[in-house]
């Protein structure tokens, strides 16, 4: 039994006079047909009329007491509509991800920051809610398909994983969709970048160099990804290529798609290379890639080899090794593929790489801004720092972004940017 009811109902009889309301409510809700996504206001007024007659019918004696109607009325929306006793978290705008381990270890991150609460749900609980989230994405979770990712109505992005790839329980991972920063100004108005730092991705994004976007889990990339996307000019076509859909580009001209999984025949799975492939017969002016994990980073790299501009993100602890990552993941594609094609390749084909960092405090910060000139030595991609993490600080280094013609044509003086120092 969930105890989270109880901050509104109270413990005990409270709780069990809420459970005999919701049968009540689910039951008429099945009478009348009414679809509470679409008839809200009218499946309210139900939820309100079922409160006060089982109110009126339980001071006659013999029925569990509500405490509140108000407080039960929420929490009753909650159970019905909404995701029960999860629900209060998805309304906190402080909390960024929600994951179960098991149904009496229900965890969140609070401005990013970890803590247990103190939510407890039973299996069947666990199972219905999971059920009740993947109900509207079309996708499922058996012991077929053991894992499932898939996107809430609200732009939350649910990842499910059940026995007997988990030892015991389900395990189930929430990372909510809030949207902290739409631009670079909102970036450094948070204190992620530097003004001057911002200034300078602004401008590369404006010139057409390919970015890489690199960090660990819950490190800002996609953040950061949407907000260097906002500085594309509004005229491009963008095609973006995603897992499932988290990136929110405000451009007029914006085509995305995301990948499908395999049907219960095994037929029908959409990967993310195929996407890259189909998205160059698009018109692309640029793409994006929400995430290179696997071979379609070869796709990707001769996409962006060929003259297309592009971004993306990658998983990886540092600028440097972003780009070695990017050397290795390539030959996943195949035998035929090897590192004296790949290497460079990767330095040709990416220019920028912006490395960002979950802080201790629960901020994101930008720690390492790095250039690709475009040159090897050995099977090694050079790199040129332009801005580094010092004292606490993103500052200024001594390298120079490659393509400083393309800068040229859009007015932009290099030099003078990354000299001059802005607060």
């Known amino acids: 039994m969930c105890c989270d009811v109880s901050q509104c109902t109270g413990k005990g009889r409270g709780v069990e006079a809420l459970r005999t309301v919701e049968t009540e409510v689910r039951e008429l809700l099945r009478q009348s047909g009414l679809d509470p996504a679409r008839e809200p206001a009218a499946v309210r007024s139900l939820v309100r009329a079922a409160l006060t007659d089982y109110d009126e019918r339980s001071l006659h004696g013999g029925m569990p007491l509500l405490d509140d109607l108000d407080s039960s009325a929420k929490a009753l929306w909650d159970r019905v509509v909404g995701l029960g006793p999860l629900q209060r978290y998805l309304d906190d705008p402080r909390v960024e991800e929600i994951w179960i381990n098991e149904p009496n270890k229900v965890f969140i991150a609070r401005d990013g920051v970890a803590e247990l609460t103190t939510t407890l749900l039973t299996e069947d609980e666990v199972r219905d809610l999971v059920e009740r989230m993947l109900k509207t994405s079309g996708r499922r979770v058996d012991l077929s398909s053991p894992f499932v990712d898939a996107v809430l109505a609200d732009g939350s992005r649910l990842h499910v994983v059940i026995p007997d790839i988990t030892r015991e329980h389900w395990c189930i991972n929430i990372r909510k969709f809030i949207v902290k920063a739409d631009s670079l100004d909102d970036l450094v108005a948070l204190g992620t970048l530097t003004a001057q730092a911002a200034a300078f991705l602004d401008a590369a994004v404006h010139a057409g160099l390919n970015i890489l976007v690199a960090g660990g889990t819950q490190a800002g990339k996609t953040t950061l990804l949407n907000c260097l996307s906002a500085a594309i000019p509004p005229r491009e076509r963008i095609v973006t290529c995603e897992e499932v859909f988290e990136l929110r580009i405000p451009h007029r001209d914006v085509a995305s798609m995301q990948c499908r999984q395999p049907s219960l025949e095994g037929t029908g799975e959409v990967p993310l290379r195929r996407l890259v492939k189909e998205a160059l017969r698009m018109r692309p002016s640029r793409i994006i890639v929400g995430e290179v994990r696997q071979a379609e980073a070869l796709d990707?790299?001769?996409?962006?080899?060929?003259?297309?501009?592009?971004?993306?993100?990658?998983?990886?602890?540092?600028?440097?090794?972003?780009?070695?990552?990017?050397?290795?993941l390539p030959l996943l594609a195949g035998a035929n593929v090897g590192a004296r094609f790949v290497v460079p390749t990767v330095a040709t084909s990416i220019d920028i790489v912006v490395h960002a960092a979950l802080e201790r405090d629960g901020s994101r910060r930008v720690r390492e801004i790095a250039a690709v000139p475009g040159r090897i030595e050995g099977d090694v991609v050079e790199m040129a720092e332009l801005f580094v993490h010092r004292g606490g600080h993103l500052v200024r280094a001594d390298g120079f972004p490659p393509h400083l013609d393309r800068f040229e044509r859009i007015g932009v003086d290099v030099t003078s940017l990354l000299a001059q120092e802005r607060s």
Not at 300 to 325: D, F, Q, W, Y
């Open 300 to 328: 990707l790299l001769i996409a962006l080899n060929s003259g297309l501009p592009g971004m993306c993100t990658i998983h990886a602890n540092s600028a440097r090794e972003a780009v070695t990552k990017m050397c290795t």
